[in-house]
């Protein structure tokens, strides 16, 4: 990982000139636009790969965290699993990998995630958490069918006030490999997103670890999304190591997993069809892992909840 003390959009920079030298490797390519934006194609017009979805995902952690892929139990034994380790969650995950920025310009549409969220700290999520910083880089990943224009990324640039030529976006669509891998990297991040939703004090989580079944590239963006948010909600498992009196974690514990949520219990799509396509419809309270897991390194104590739902992936996942 990048060197310590550094800037997110600083760390992901340097991961990204490390990632460029090695773009034919990913199945990647690289593309500069005329105001000097550099962009990293890793699954629109080319075909990615397990390896670009990782890359990806460290891009969006700002390479504060570890991602890899090994098997699992779900939905059937051996299954791929993505896993991610942090110890740094609040910064890797909240003040960057959350993709928090819709991008809309125009025509276009993309969800922004990484350090550059950081760099324009326009959402509320960074009243709450230390994490705005003056960028002299910036580094952006879009989970997009179509690569951005040159109005898309001064749309960018004028928010982050990094100029677009040291800009440098990364861009995937949700149904590619690529796409998926990263987008199910997500689990930690979620947990934490959740937490913070329930007025956790973030400061008390130390370090993270997730694991969740990587889908079946699917058809189309949209069956895309329902199977990687499945993948999380019904299968994901993470652990977080957490401070502090355990009281709190016994009364918090059962209200973070998806299955808090009167909204679980069928596959996303029907979800998201139900809700009018609006994310915005859907309870904010069911977006977690099937299970979490607080470890309190003070006391050595360890609370968890929730379950997973082999049937449902084996449904979403087409099996």
Known sequence: MGEPGLLLNDRAWQLAETLLATIEDLRGCEHQLSNGCRLIDMGVDVAGGLDAGIALARLCLADLGRVTIGPGPLPADGWPHVQVATDAPVAACLASQYAGWQISEGDYFGMGSGPMRAAAAHEKLFEDIQGAESAQVCVGVLESARLPDEAVVDAIAEKTRVGADRTLLAVA????????????????????????????????????????????????????????????????????????????????VPRVPSSASDAHGRPFLEIFAGAGHDFYQIDPYLFSPAVITLMNVDSGRVHRHGHVSPEILSESFGL
Do not use: C
């Open 173 to 252: 669509p949700t149904a590619s490999q690529a796409g998926t891998v990263q987008v199910v990297a997500r689990s930690v991040e979620t947990a934490l997103h959740k937490l913070h939703e329930l007025k956790f004090d973030m400061s008390r989580v130390v370090s993270g670890f997730g694991s969740t079944p990587l889908p079946p590239v699917a058809a189309d963006d949209l069956a895309g999304i329902g199977r990687t948010n499945d993948a999380i909600l019904y299968g994901g498992h993470v652990t977080l190591w957490v401070t502090g009196d355990d009281n709190s974690l016994a009364e918090i």
